[in-house]
Each structure stands twice: as structure tokens, then as C-alpha cells.
């Protein structure tokens, strides 16, 4: 594993869009695996593909970031060793979104390089994430976003690319878009790290009087206006399925199960 690259994992949604359930979404299971002790099928949670995403990427830990309350996730995951992934937990404090929900690792990922996905978002192909990693330093990027062909561009953030694969422009789940990529991971360094930090500070004030949360791509959003450097990796072969809606999480289990 290499020590310089970590995970996160924002785990402090609200799962409005799947409630009521019984816990946590991100344990919702979705697909089998071998017991590791009899071998025998046992369910698998939807968040353990990233996971697995993120230590065959080489990630050296993976944060989740928490909600109160959803203390079943760290119950379960425990401090990782089962997926040979140390795993540690924190605390979302501000309410304001996803940004904010991954800042709250700065102090612990500041310095290093960072791979991002969705808990509830499961993709393909298995090496995604090495290629992200291995696009930004072919390139130099502050950040890798990684691209796939989506049919609702009102569910996604549309990414537009000009040559070389630099990012021009991420359209947030725009009602309508001749765009037909959106992006589900990526993968960043420190600079764009400090930038984010540096930016949810400035319109945190702004976000507490019009009750809006700001999205991640939203945040990448404006470091390209910033002039950081964000590249992507479209993912033609590849696949990625939101299930945090019913419908999806239906066809994910047909699929996998």
C-alpha cells in the first residue's frame, strides 16, 4: 500500500431518497461475497465496493466521515482489517453539503493524495482508481475526475472536456445537457485540498442564509475558475450505477445477486 495516497468516504447523508430503512445506506446490501471463514455466501454492502476500489488502488487508509447516529458503519466495518484497509471515523459538523462533510478529514489528508467516491455509486472497471492516479501524474493535475456515459443528466454533474482531456466546464445536474458523461470518482492532491478548504470558508456565510448545500463538483467547479488543473478519464467500457434511488437499488441487486 502506498502510505501518500488515502480514501474518503462521505457516510453522512440522510438517505432520505431509500427511507425508511432500518440503517444506515451505505450497509444496505447489494450482492454476495464468500464467508471469509466457510466460504458460504454472505450479503455484501453497497459502500464495500469502494472500499475494495480504494485498497486495490493502494490506498494506505480510508476515512468515512460520519453523521451522529450512524454508529452501525464503524460497528460493522470495525478498523478495516477485514478488507485489509485500515478504516478511521469522523464527525460531520456543517451542515452545507458534501464539501463540507470531507473537509472535516483536512487535517489528516492535507499532504496527501486523495481518491473520492460516492458510497452508494457502484462502478467499473476494477482498476478505475489506478487510472486516475496514474492520469494525474502523467499530467500534473490538481484533479482527476473519472467520466461515464449516464442517460439522466439531471441525477449527474456533466463534465465538458476540451483537448487532452482537461476539464472545461462541470454543468451541475443541469435539467437538460447535450452532454452525455458525468463524473462518479476522482482523485486530487494537495493543492486542491488547500483550495477547497480555503473556498467552504468563504461562502460558508452565504450557504447559512440560503439553506443551500454545495456538491463537490460545484467546488471543482470553481478551482478551474481558480486555475487549477483538472483533467479526466472517461470510462467508455466502463459502468456506474447511483443506487441510492429505488429504482437503481432494484437493478443492482437483479445484477448482482
Known amino acids: 500500500m502506498a502510505t501518500d495516497v488515502v480514501g474518503?468516504?462521505?457516510?453522512?447523508?440522510?438517505?432520505?431518497?431509500?427511507?425508511?430503512?432500518?440503517?444506515?445506506?451505505?450497509?444496505?446490501?447489494?450482492?454476495?461475497?464468500?464467508?471469509?471463514?466457510?466460504?458460504?455466501?454472505?450479503?455484501?454492502?453497497?459502500?464495500?465496493?469502494?472500499?475494495?476500489h480504494?485498497?486495490?488502488?493502494?490506498?494506505?487508509?480510508?476515512?468515512?466521515?460520519?453523521?451522529?447516529?450512524?454508529?452501525?458503519?464503524?460497528?460493522?466495518?470495525?478498523?478495516?482489517?477485514?478488507?485489509?484497509?485500515?478504516?478511521?471515523?469522523?464527525?460531520?459538523?456543517r451542515p452545507y453539503g458534501?464539501?463540507?462533510?470531507?473537509?472535516?478529514?483536512?487535517?489528516?489528508?492535507?499532504?496527501?493524495?486523495?481518491?473520492?467516491?460516492?458510497?452508494?455509486?457502484?462502478?467499473?472497471?476494477?482498476?478505475?482508481?489506478?487510472?486516475?492516479?496514474?492520469?494525474?501524474?502523467?499530467?500534473?493535475?490538481?484533479?482527476?475526475?473519472?467520466?461515464?456515459?449516464?442517460?439522466?443528466p439531471h441525477k449527474w454533474d456533466m463534465v465538458e472536456t476540451g483537448e487532452g482531456g482537461d476539464v472545461k466546464t462541470i454543468l451541475h445536474k443541469p435539467a437538460a445537457s447535450n452532454l452525455t458523461y458525468g463524473w462518479a470518482i476522482a482523485s486530487w492532491g494537495p493543492r486542491f485540498t488547500e483550495f477547497m478548504h480555503q473556498h467552504l470558508q468563504q461562502v460558508e456565510g452565504q450557504l447559512h442564509t440560503s439553506g443551500k448545500e454545495l456538491s463537490v463538483g460545484e467546488v471543482v467547479q470553481a478551482a478551474i475558475l481558480n486555475g487549477l488543473k483538472v483533467q479526466s478519464v472517461y470510462f467508455d467500457k466502463g459502468s456506474c450505477l447511483d443506487v441510492g434511488t429505488p429504482q437503481d437499488l432494484q437493478k443492482a441487486i437483479h445484477t448482482l445477486s
Not at 80 to 93: D, H, R, T, V
Open 98 to 152: 458534501c464539501p463540507y462533510t470531507l473537509d472535516q478529514a483536512y487535517t489528516f489528508v492535507r499532504r496527501q493524495r486523495v481518491v473520492f467516491g460516492f458510497p452508494d455509486i457502484l462502478f467499473e472497471p476494477q482498476d478505475a482508481f489506478e487510472q486516475l492516479l496514474q492520469r494525474q501524474e502523467q499530467t500534473n493535475a490538481d484533479v482527476v475526475l473519472g467520466c461515464f456515459q449516464v442517460t439522466h
Open 8 to 52: 474518503l468516504v462521505p457516510a453522512a447523508g440522510l438517505g432520505s431518497r431509500l427511507a425508511p430503512i432500518p440503517f444506515s445506506k451505505e450497509l444496505f446490501p447489494v450482492g454476495f461475497e464468500p464467508h471469509p471463514q466457510h466460504g458460504e455466501p454472505r450479503p455484501k454492502p453497497v459502500s464495500q465496493y469502494l472500499l475494495e
Open 54 to 93: 480504494m485498497q486495490r488502488a493502494g490506498a494506505g487508509q480510508a476515512y468515512l466521515i460520519l453523521r451522529k447516529g450512524k454508529w452501525d458503519i464503524p460497528n460493522y466495518y470495525g478498523d478495516g482489517s477485514q478488507l485489509n484497509l485500515p478504516l478511521a471515523y469522523l464527525i460531520m459538523q
